[in-house]
T-cell receptor, first 113, second 110 residues
Framework: DVKVTQSSRYLVKRTGEKVFLECVQD?????MFWYRQDPGLGLRLIYF???????EKGDIPEGYSVSREKKERFSLILESASTNQTSMYLC????????????FGQGTRLTVV | GQNIDQPTEMTATEGAIVQINCTYQ??????LFWYQQHAGEAPTFLSY????GLEEKGRFSSFLSRSKGYSYLLLKELQMKDSASYLC???????????FGPGTRLSVLP
């Protein structure tokens, strides 16, 4: 059974803290994604990676960075957390094939106070 | 630019049929996906269309018209467990990224 695992379901952090969100997939997928989901806005792409050590900015990369040192792991980093980064964060992965769908992790609900 | 529209909320009765529409304007098109997301859970894949026409999968069907930039998800014989958000997503020209719509929250009433 395919699996995308995010390290935490719920996180509460203080403004200015450095925050790491970890995502691991066990399907040997090339592509990995980080989205944030906010009411009325849907899923918005923060960053994606199509290979180890490769990364591309999505639609809303400001305030975030990513790291992909190994194929199975894709980390999202909030360098200095702010209250407007309070959101649900979803990690996804997919293979390179033609009609393959993305598989999602269970999400991390981050609250920045 | 990228724009995907869906109704925000819909309500239907158990046992009925409901159609959730999705219109899109994207810089490229390489397939349209529908996902289901229950509250507090991850989105799960429902269906995929890349050619015009209807794809049927049990109680769920999805239709695509590329010339009109339009898709719909049809849910038949609604059950209470179908209460969820339904997300329409277009895969871009390069085939790597998904652009998601805002999602439609469906409530199924007894």
């Amino acid at each position: 059974d395919v699996k995308v695992t995010q390290s935490s379901r719920y996180l509460v952090k203080r403004t200015g803290e450095k925050v790491f969100l970890e995502c691991v997939q066990d399907m040997d997928h090339e592509n990995m994604f980080w989205y944030r989901q906010d009411p009325g806005l849907g899923l918005r792409l923060i960053y994606f990676s199509y290979d180890v050590k490769m990364k591309e900015k999505g639609d809303i990369p400001e305030g975030y960075s990513v790291s992909r040192e190994k194929k199975e792991r894709f980390s999202l980093i909030l360098e200095s957390a702010s209250t407007n980064q309070t959101s649900m964060y979803l990690c996804a992965s997919r293979s390179l094939g033609g009609n393959t769908e993305a598989f999602f992790g269970q999400g991390t609900r981050l609250t920045v106070v | 630019g990228q724009n995907i529209d869906q109704p925000t909320e819909m309500t239907a009765t158990e046992g009925a049929i409901v159609q959730i529409n999705c219109t899109y304007q994207t810089s490229g098109f390489n397939g349209l996906f529908w996902y289901q997301q229950h509250a507090g859970e991850a989105p799960t894949f429902l269906s995929y269309n890349v050619l015009d026409g209807l794809e049927e999968k049990g109680r769920f069907s999805s239709f695509l018209s590329r010339s009109k930039g339009y898709s719909y998800l049809l849910l038949k014989e609604l059950q209470m467990k179908d209460s969820a958000s339904y997300l329409c997503a277009v895969r871009d020209h390069y085939g790597q990224n998904f652009v998601f719509g805002p999602g439609t929250r469906l409530s199924v009433l007894p």
